[in-house]
C-alpha cells in the first residue's frame, strides 16, 4: 500500500506514469492542479482509490456536484499521510 500524489495537470506524462502504475490498494491524492484528473476516466487510468483534496478543487471554480471521484478535505488528507506506510510524491 502507497500513497501517491499527483499535483501537476493532465499535460505532465511523470504524473500519468504515477497514476497507472498504482495498485488495488494504493490512494491516490489529487491536489493543487493535479485535480484536473478529475475529468479523465480515472478508472480507466488505474486500480487505486482515488481522492481530490476539496479545497483545491472549489479553488479553481468547481463545484462539489462536478466531483467524479471522492473528495476530502485537508484533514482526511493528513489521516491518509499517516496511515500509508509509503508516499510517492
Given at each position: 500500500?502507497?500513497l501517491i ?5 493532465i ?5 500519468k506514469?504515477?497514476?497507472k502504475s ?7 491524492v489529487?491536489i493543487?492542479?493535479?485535480?484536473y484528473?478529475?475529468?479523465?476516466n480515472?478508472?480507466?487510468l488505474?486500480e487505486?482509490k482515488?481522492y481530490?483534496v476539496?479545497?483545491d ?6 463545484t ?5 471521484t471522492?473528495l476530502?478535505?485537508y ?15
Open positions: 500500500m502507497a500524489l499527483v499535483k501537476f495537470g499535460d505532465h506524462p511523470i504524473e506514469l504515477k497514476i498504482a495498485k488495488k490498494d494504493d490512494s491516490i489529487f493543487q492542479d493535479g485535480i484528473w478529475n475529468f479523465e480515472l478508472s480507466e488505474t487505486g482515488t481530490l476539496k479545497d478543487f472549489l479553488a479553481r471554480g468547481y462539489e456536484e462536478d466531483a467524479n471522492n476530502i478535505d484533514h482526511e488528507f493528513i489521516d491518509l499521510v499517516e496511515k500509508e506506510p509509503k508516499f510517492i510524491g
